[in-house]
C-alpha cells in the first residue's frame, strides 16, 4: 500500500515564536514535490517539525503519515515507519563510522517488521553497501570513516543520499540539498535521488531557494510558501516563473502577509 503524507492546518512556533501559519500539503508516495520560498519563509522549520525536532513546539494541525498519527511519534518511530530527512547541513558524529551507522539502520527497521530479526549478517550488509556505494560514486573507504568527520560539502551530501538508499524511505524530505555543491555533485546527487524515486515509488519533498536542482529532480507540484503559510500551487512552470521574476510578484499578490 504506498504510504501519504497528509499534512492539515499545521501551525508551529518557536521560542513563542509563530513560524507556520497553517500548513495544508498532502504528498503521495512516488510523488515529486517541490517547495520554494524566500529566506524565512517557514521551509526548513517544516522539514525539522515532519522529522521530529524537539525545539518546534506543535500549537495546531494533524499530520498523518501512512495512515498513523505523526506527531504522536517520537523521530527514531518517524524514521522507522518510512519518513526519512536530508539535513541541509548534515551533522559530524565522530566516533561512529559510517559502515556502523547504516548497518543500525537497517536492522533498526527490519525489527519494525519483525522483532524476532537478528539483523543482517556482516557479509550480506557489506555486499549490499558496497553495491549501493557504487551506484552513488562513493569511494568505499568512506564506510570506516567517521559519519560525516572532515567530509567536504558535496561528500556529505552524497552520504545522506547513501544514506537515503540503506534506509529505503517511503517519503525523502530534502532539505536545501543543493546548498553549497557545485555542478558536478549536484548532478550526481540528484541522479541518486531520481534512481531511489523510480527503483523504490520514493516520493520527495525537495526544499530548495533555486530552480537548478530542479533541472535534475523533475517535480510534479511546485509550491511556494511565503510567511509561514503554502500561497500558491501549480506544476513545474511555477518554478521557472520564479526563477525568472523572483518573490515579488508573490508580495504583491499576498501583500497582508509579510506587512
Known amino acids: 500500500m504506498a504510504a501519504t503524507l497528509d499534512i492539515k492546518n499545521l501551525h508551529v512556533s518557536i521560542a513563542d515564536q509563530d513560524i507556520l501559519k497553517g500548513i495544508n500539503l498532502s504528498i ?3 510523488e515529486v514535490h517541490a517547495l ?3 529566506n524565512g519563509s517557514g521551509k526548513s522549520t517544516m522539514a525539522y517539525t515532519l522529522a521530529g525536532h524537539p525545539s ?8 498523518q503519515f501512512n495512515g498513523q498519527d505523526l506527531l504522536e511519534m517520537a523521530a527514531d518511530e518517524r524514521a522507522r515507519a518510512g519518513l526519512f530527512l536530508a539535513f541541509q547541513y548534515p551533522a559530524a558524529v565522530p566516533g561512529v563510522t559510517l559502515a556502523k551507522f547504516l548497518r543500525q539502520t537497517i536492522n533498526s527497521r527490519r525489527k519494525v517488521i519483525d522483532p524476532d530479526d537478528k539483523g543482517i549478517s556482516l557479509r550480506e550488509f557489506r555486499k549490499l553497501l558496497i553495491k549501493k556505494m557504487d551506484l552513488l560514486g562513493i ?9 560525516n568527520e572532515g567530509f567536504s560539502g558535496g561528500e556529505k551530501k552524497r552520504v545522506e543520499i547513501l544514506q537515503m538508499a540503506i534506509a529505503e524511505p517511503k517519503i525523502a524530505i530534502m532539505d536545501e540539498t543543493d546548498s553549497g555543491l557545485d555542478i558536478d555533485a549536484l548532478r550526481v546527487v540528484s541522479e541518486g535521488a531520481n534512481r531511489l524515486h523510480k527503483e523504490n515509488n520514493m516520493g520527495m519533498l525537495v526544499i530548495t531557494h533555486y530552480q537548478r536542482i530542479l533541472d535534475y529532480v523533475k517535480p510534479d507540484f511546485v ?12 506544476g513545474p512552470d511555477l ?13 504583491e499578490q499576498h501583500p497582508a ?3
Open 28 to 30: 503521495n508516495q512516488g
Open 36 to 38: 520554494m520560498g524566500p
Open 56 to 63: 518546534y513546539e506543535v500549537n495546531s494541525g494533524d499530520v
Open 139 to 147: 569511494d568505499h573507504k568512506f564506510a570506516g570513516r567517521y559519519l
Open 223 to 234: 509550491h511556494i510558501m511565503l510567511d509561514g503559510r503554502i500561497v500558491e500551487s501549480g
Open 239 to 251: 518554478a521557472l516563473k520564479l526563477e525568472a521574476e523572483g518573490y515579488d510578484w508573490i508580495r
Open 257 to 259: 502577509l509579510e506587512a
